[in-house]
C-alpha cells in the first residue's frame, strides 16, 4: 500500500536527483570553510535571497536561533507572534540559551502582526524595562502569505523604530511562488531570513539563514557554539542546491492540490474547510471532536496519514511526495469514514 502521508511537508524522501547530487559532492571540512559544495550552496542561497551572505545549519529551529542570538544580547526582547514557530515550538530557545525574552502578540486573520500593536509594545528606554530590540515575522503563516505590502511597511516600521527585522521564512518559497514575485523581492524587507530546504523543497535536511555579511559572520560562531558545525556538510549543501535550483516552480503543484484537496473535502458535511488560510500547501480542516482517533486511524488503515488535534483541527499539507490522484484518494478515505 502506498502512503499517502498529509501530516507535514517535511516528510519527503530525497529523490534521485538530489541522491546523485550527494554521491558526486566534492567534499571538505565546512568548519574549516573548505567544502566547495558547502561554499557553492551559501553563495547560491545569498544570490537567491538578495543578501550579502548565508549560513547553512541542520534545522530551521537553528537558524532561528542562531539569528536571536545574533541580533540581540541578554535582556533583549523580541515581538512574536503568539502562534510562531520561533517562541512556541523552538523550546524557548532564544530565552534559554540567550536571555532573550519573548514578547508576544497574537497574529492577526491575515498572518501578521499589526504594527499599531507591535508599536505599544515596544517598551521606553527606562531601567526598569528590557531593551526591546527586534521583531518577528513568519511567512507563511499557517500557510497564509503575508501581503508584500506589510513587509514595506514593516521594514520601515523597524528602522524608524530602531527595530532589527528577521523573518521566519520556512515556508518564503511558497509565498513567492504564490505570489508569482521573486523571492528576492521579500526578502529584500527584511534583515534577515531562516528558509527550510527540508519541508517543501524536498531536501532531507537542512535550513538556511541569510543577512549581511557581519550578521552572519556572528551566526557562524553561534552555530558552532550551539553544535551545529557540521564537517563533510557537503553532503547535504548538495540537496539543497537541487532544491534551489529544481523544486521551486513546482510549489505551484503543492498549492493546485490543496485546493483540489480542500474542494473535494468540503462536499463532506461534518468537515469545516477554513478558506482563509488556503492560499498554499496547507489544508485547514476542523473535524467533529467525538471522532477525532476513529477518524485518524480509519485512515491510516487505508495509506492516509493525518494529524488531528484533540479539538478536531486537522492540518494537512501537500508536497512533492503528494500527487492529484493522492488528494484524491485521502478525501475519498475521509469521506468514506463519514459516508461508509
Ligand atoms: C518547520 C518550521 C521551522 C523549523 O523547523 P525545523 O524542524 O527545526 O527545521 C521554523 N519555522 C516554521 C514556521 C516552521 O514551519
Given at each position: 500500500m502506498t502512503v499517502i502521508d498529509l501530516r507535514s511537508d517535511t516528510v519527503t524522501r530525497p529523490g534521485q536527483r538530489m541522491l546523485d547530487a550527494m554521491c558526486a559532492a566534492e567534499l571538505g571540512d565546512d568548519v574549516y570553510g573548505d567544502d566547495p559544495t558547502v561554499n557553492r550552496f551559501e553563495e547560491l542561497a545569498a544570490e537567491t535571497f538578495a543578501t550579502e551572505a548565508a549560513v547553512?545549519?541542520?534545522?530551521?529551529?537553528?537558524?532561528?536561533?542562531?539569528?536571536?542570538?545574533?541580533h540581540c544580547q541578554r535582556g533583549d526582547e523580541y515581538i512574536v507572534g503568539g502562534d510562531a514557530h520561533t517562541y512556541k515550538y523552538e523550546g524557548g530557545g532564544a530565552a534559554v540559551l540567550g536571555g532573550i525574552q519573548p514578547q508576544t502578540?497574537?497574529?492577526?486573520?491575515?498572518?501578521?502582526?499589526?504594527?499599531?500593536?507591535?508599536?505599544?509594545?515596544?517598551?521606553?528606554?527606562?531601567?526598569?524595562f528590557a531593551r526591546t530590540r527586534l521583531l518577528a515575522l513568519e511567512n507563511t503563516q499557517h500557510g497564509r502569505v503575508v501581503p508584500l505590502a506589510y513587509l514595506q511597511q514593516a521594514r520601515q516600521f523597524t528602522r524608524e523604530n530602531g527595530l532589527t527585522l528577521h523573518l521566519d521564512g520556512a515556508r518564503v518559497m511558497n509565498a513567492a511562488?504564490?505570489?508569482?514575485?521573486?523571492?528576492?523581492?521579500?526578502?529584500?524587507?527584511?534583515?534577515?531570513?531562516?528558509?527550510?530546504?527540508?519541508?517543501?523543497?524536498?531536501?532531507?535536511?537542512?535550513?538556511?539563514?541569510?543577512?549581511?555579511?557581519?550578521f552572519v559572520a556572528e551566526a557562524r560562531k553561534w552555530r558552532k557554539m550551539v553544535g551545529g558545525g557540521m564537517r563533510q556538510a557537503g553532503l547535504?549543501?548538495?540537496?539543497?542546491?537541487?532544491?534551489?535550483?529544481?523544486?521551486?516552480?513546482?510549489?505551484?503543484?503543492?498549492?493546485?492540490?490543496?485546493?483540489?484537496?480542500?474542494?473535494?473535502?468540503?462536499?463532506?458535511?461534518?468537515?469545516?474547510?477554513?478558506?482563509?488560510?488556503?492560499?498554499?500547501?496547507?489544508?485547514?480542516?476542523?473535524?467533529?471532536?467525538?471522532?477525532?482517533?476513529?477518524?485518524?486511524?480509519?485512515?491510516?488503515?487505508?495509506?492516509?496519514?493525518?494529524?488531528?488535534?484533540?479539538?478536531?483541527?486537522?492540518?494537512?499539507v501537500t508536497h512533492l511526495d503528494v500527487s492529484r490522484?493522492?488528494?484524491?484518494k485521502a478525501a475519498e478515505v475521509i469521506g468514506d469514514f463519514f459516508r461508509p
Open positions: 547553512l545549519a541542520p534545522t530551521g529551529t537553528q537558524t532561528n536561533l542562531i539569528a536571536l542570538l545574533a502578540l497574537p497574529f492577526d486573520e491575515q498572518g501578521v502582526l499589526p504594527l499599531d500593536q507591535v508599536k505599544k509594545l515596544i517598551k521606553e528606554d527606562d531601567t526598569h511562488v504564490k505570489l508569482g514575485v521573486p523571492v528576492a523581492d521579500i526578502t529584500r524587507q527584511v534583515d534577515s531570513v531562516s528558509v527550510c530546504l527540508s519541508k517543501g523543497l524536498g531536501a532531507p535536511v537542512g535550513s538556511v539563514l541569510c543577512g549581511t555579511a557581519a547535504i549543501a548538495a540537496t539543497g542546491i537541487v532544491a534551489l535550483e529544481e523544486n521551486v516552480q513546482r510549489l505551484a503543484e503543492d498549492h493546485a492540490n490543496a485546493e483540489h484537496l480542500a474542494t473535494a473535502l468540503e462536499s463532506i458535511d461534518e468537515i469545516e474547510i477554513n478558506r482563509n488560510w488556503l492560499e498554499t500547501n496547507m489544508v485547514w480542516a476542523t473535524v467533529p471532536r467525538a471522532v477525532t482517533e476513529q477518524l485518524a486511524s480509519h485512515a491510516a488503515a487505508q495509506g492516509v496519514k493525518l494529524s488531528i488535534n484533540r479539538e478536531g483541527r486537522c492540518r494537512m490522484q493522492d488528494v484524491e
